[in-house]
T-cell receptor
Framework: DAGVTQSPTHLIKTRGQHVTLRCSPISGHKSVSWYQQVLGQGPQFIFQYYEKEERGRGNFPDRFSARQFPNYSSELNVNALLLGDSALYLC?????????????FGEGSWLTVV | KQEVTQIPAALSVPEGENLVLNCSFTDSAIYNLQWFRQDPGKGLTSLLLIQSSQREQTSGRLNASLDKSSGRSTLYIAASQPGDSATYLCAPGEGSSNTGKLIFGQGTTLQVKP
């Protein structure tokens, strides 16, 4: 079975632009979370979605938004990009929203803002 | 606010050594704790998940223990191999709101020399 898949794998954007990152969870998984990992740091939680509703949000500005579709795939959108948004964006999926489940990560999308 | 610390930040050992990676967290109200491995430029691979009611989990040469009351977890790697070289991250699952949110430390970067 395919794992968590993310696209694009790498992209370069200019300050002020908008970016959309996509994620397909493992088949049967209904919960998707997004994390930002800046170079040299551990990942930081951005959002969790379950059954198409936002269930958790980290300490990120309103420029960050996400949604989950009926097939449980998800998009992360970032508006008005800043240089500091340059990072690896990781998507994770789990069977449901309960904390007792193993969380599986994708390979990430590398975003560079210039 | 949960804070996670991993010691040491970096570790270099000769092949064949047994080693211990340490993780401490400030809030003992966690649902579980997960250990991950991250290769350079890649996503996270789940190694072990310990539920809050468990004391340890084992998978092959890996053994993870959890002492929730003292806010500590250790990852024991037996008979280390060059292929074990990677960054190891521990992540307690946030217990208060059941969002499935993981809080990460900065990781321990391990190099195993042949």
């Amino acid at each position: 079975d395919a794992g968590v898949t993310q696209s694009p794998t790498h992209l370069i954007k200019t300050r002020g632009q908008h970016v959309t990152l996509r994620c397909s969870p493992i088949s049967g998984h209904k919960s998707v979370s997004w994390y930002q990992q800046v170079l040299g740091q551990g990942p930081q939680f951005i959002f969790q979605y379950y059954e198409k509703e936002e269930r958790g949000r980290g300490n990120f500005p309103d420029r960050f938004s996400a949604r989950q579709f009926p097939n449980y795939s998800s998009e992360l959108n970032v508006n008005a990009l800043l240089l500091g948004d340059s990072a690896l964006y990781l998507c994770a999926s789990s069977l449901n929203r309960a904390s007792g489940n193993t969380i599986y990560f994708g390979e990430g999308s590398w975003l560079t803002v210039v | 606010k949960q804070e996670v610390t991993q010691i040491p930040a970096a570790l270099s050992v000769p092949e064949g050594e047994n080693l211990v990676l340490n993780c401490s967290f400030t809030d003992s109200a966690i649902y579980n704790l997960q250990w991950f491995r991250q290769d350079p430029g890649k996503g996270l691979t789940s190694l072990l998940l310990i539920q809050s009611s468990q004391r340890e989990q084992t998978s092959g040469r890996l053994n993870a223990s959890l002492d929730k009351s003292s806010g500590r977890s250790t990852l024991y790697i037996a008979a280390s191999q060059p292929g074990d070289s990677a960054t190891y991250l521990c992540a307690p699952g946030e217990g208060s709101s059941n969002t499935g949110k993981l809080i990460f430390g900065q990781g321990t970067t391990l190099q195993v020399k042949p």
